[in-house]
């Protein structure tokens, strides 16, 4: 699947595969925001939201295998731009998914 980092200012493109592990780092984020979201204790959810923003940098990092100078770049991109840029790319990655072996078996 082709990627690339032109909301956040890099011009880069990817051929990213979508692994296991880049689908487990995509759910971890979106659970650790979930769990920012969850809690009642103020500093816990700053914590939380500490957290998934240094996981989301890590994420697109990971996902792009980006140079230093580039994850500077993410870390001083907008903060509403960076979240919004890693739903958009999760919800590519999941939209990605091949078929079931359900679903291939009907198709033949």
């Known amino acids: 699947m082709k ?6 200012g890099i011009n880069k493109t990817v051929e990213a595969k979508i692994t296991n592990r880049v689908a487990r780092n995509a759910l971890q984020v979106a659970k650790m925001a979930t769990a920012s979201d969850a809690t009642d204790d103020d500093a816990l959810a700053l914590d939380d939201q500490i957290g998934m923003i240094e996981a989301i940098v890590d994420f697109i990092d990971n996902v792009f295998k980006l140079t230093d100078k580039q994850v500077d770049q993410i870390w001083d991109c907008d903060f ?4 919004e840029f890693f739903g ?3 919800n590519a990655i999941f939209e990605a998914k091949p078929l079931s072996p359900t679903e291939a078996g009907a198709k033949k």
């Open 3 to 8: 990627l690339n980092l032109k909301k956040l």
């Open 88 to 90: 958009e790319l999760s």
């Open 80 to 83: 509403s731009t960076t979240q």
